[in-house]
């Protein structure tokens, strides 16, 4: 039977480009100031795949961990939980990227772990009795960021809002386009391009206009039946 549940704004989850790391620093001071920030990933691919990859990736995470905490925002690392442990922050694990059993006897239980669910109801009911804090579909549109994703379908997603476990939709959102998910109970919304992409003076500016969106989103939104 479908019950009402009160419509609930979703947080802007903020994930790193692979931009040169300086740079990449001011962007995220810059979108961390604005307070519109709910949840920040280190998701650095490139930086991961250099030889000395794993010492460059701490570098950059601590910094990042530590400019996040300024401003009070979890942090979660993509793809590496030992990483994440070592950090004490969280961690964010595809389907290929180790057990969620392991990883929570690694991270800190009040550390957030997030697990890649693609459009599949069957992997968000499974993030679920694994414990995962929230399950990730995506992509929800075509992304210039992951090419190679494939999209998912509307009821995929509005199934997925079904099980019982927050749901962070991924791929292609921007405030322009995250209206089309007005009505729906999702927890995060996981941004790369449509931030982070921008030159460093219009990032500030972009949140803003992503609060307009949340703000717009509230209004549509009403009770939602799920
Ligand atoms: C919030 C969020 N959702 C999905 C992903 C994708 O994870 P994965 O499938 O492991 O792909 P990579 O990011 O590792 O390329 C994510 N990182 N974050
Ligand atoms: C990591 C990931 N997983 C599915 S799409 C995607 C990339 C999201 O980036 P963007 O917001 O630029 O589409
Ligand atoms: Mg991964």
């Known amino acids: 039977m479908n019950h009402l549940q009160s419509a609930v704004v979703p947080q802007l989850y903020l994930l790193t480009n692979d931009d040169e790391f300086e740079r990449l620093y001011q962007k995220l001071e810059a979108a961390l100031a604005t307070g519109l920030v709910g949840l920040l990933q280190v998701r650095r691919k490139k930086t991961a795949a250099l030889p000395d990859g794993t010492a460059t990736l701490l570098a ?20 590496d939980s030992a990483l994440a442990a070592k950090l004490g922050v969280g961690v964010h694990l595809g389907q290929q990227d180790g057990k969620m059993v392991d990883a929570k006897r690694q991270i800190s239980p009040d550390q957030i772990i997030g697990r890649t669910c693609h459009g599949q109801v069957a992997l968000v009911k499974e993030a679920k009795q694994q414990g995962a804090d929230y399950a990730a579909m995506g992509a929800v549109f075509a992304s ?32 322009e386009n995250v209206g089309a998910l007005a009505g729906l109970p999702i927890k995060y919304v996981a941004v790369v391009g449509d931030i982070m992409d921008l030159p460093i003076a219009q990032i500030a500016p972009r949140c803003q206009q992503w609060q307009q969106a949340f703000a ?4 549509a939104a009403g009770d939602v039946k799920v």
């Open 216 to 219: 717009k989103w509230h209004a």
């Open 60 to 79: 950059e995470a601590k910094q990042i961990v530590e400019l996040a905490r300024r401003y009070q925002v979890p942090v979660v690392i993509n793809d």
């Open 144 to 175: 210039t960021t992951k090419p190679k994703a494939d999209t998912i379908s509307y009821q995929q997603l509005k199934e997925g809002c079904q099980q019982g476990i927050d749901i962070c939709v991924i791929g292609g959102l921007s405030a």
